[in-house]
């Protein structure tokens, strides 16, 4: 079965410095998706950012990219330029298995805080 | 563009209560529909999905069923609430493999 691991319960950076946010997965697929999501107070889970598996670049939006290593299995997330906004629940969840309806399998999360 | 709604969004119940959430989805047509419950502002476990009218998968055994009688509503179920079954119930939409799940504002559901 597939698993996804968030090591870091916590963390904090400084408004307008960067922060690595780590994920590791375990899967025998070739072909799946990774997602970082957002869930602020509010509780609104937003997409951040989605990876295709079979591609090698890195994805890219804006103050958020990612670092996909897909030997290591691990797929952080690096915000830039940290801003108060940034302050959430983060979720990264691995996608696999075209025969499983797109299910998501999430870890833990990483609750980040930006300090002014 | 594409709107999911849910209600309620705060649900307080007896323990032996019976429950039903909803789900609609507007804007699109056969989307994948999910639940999820999130306990404790952690991670999110996926209860059902479906991928068509009247196709349910059950991801974890338990006192809750769902339901999908019209192409864009979900709805979950219990006869008998438990207070093991408190937390936050997200439904969420997506266009299948590969793409990416869009998420309805959530109920919060306490079983006293």
């Known amino acids: 079965a597939q698993t996804v691991t968030q090591s870091q319960p916590e963390m904090s950076v400084q408004e307008a410095e960067t922060v690595t946010l780590s994920c590791t997965y375990d899967t025998s697929e070739s072909n799946y998706y990774l997602f970082w999501y957002k869930q602020p107070p509010s509780r609104q889970m937003i997409l951040v950012i989605r990876?295709?598996?079979?591609?090698?670049q890195n994805a890219t939006e804006n103050r958020f990219s990612v670092n996909f290593q897909k030997a290591a299995k691990s797929f952080s997330l690096k915000i830039s330029d940290s801003q108060l906004g940034d302050t959430a629940m983060y979720f990264c969840a691995f996608m696999g298995s075209y025969n499983q309806g797109g299910k998501l399998i999430f870890g833990q999360g990483t609750e980040l805080s930006v300090k002014p | 563009s594409q709107t999911i709604h849910q209600w309620p969004a705060t649900l307080v119940q007896p323990v032996g209560s019976p429950l039903s959430l909803e789900c609609t989805v507007e804007?699109?047509?056969?989307?994948?529909l999910y639940w999820y419950r999130q306990a404790a502002g952690r991670g999110l476990q996926l209860l059902f999905y479906?991928?068509?009218?009247?196709?349910i998968s059950s991801e974890v055994p338990q006192n809750l069923s769902a339901s999908r009688p019209q192409d864009r509503q979900f709805i979950l179920s219990s006869k008998k609430l438990l207070l093991s079954d408190s937390g936050f119930y997200l439904c969420?939409?997506?266009?299948?493999?590969?793409?990416?799940?869009?998420f309805g504002p959530g109920t919060r559901l306490t079983v006293t």
């Open positions: 969420a939409w997506s266009l299948g493999f590969g793409y990416e799940q869009y």
């Open positions: 479906s991928v068509g009218i009247g196709q």
């Open positions: 804007g699109t047509s056969n989307p994948n």
């Open positions: 990876q295709e598996a079979y591609k090698q």
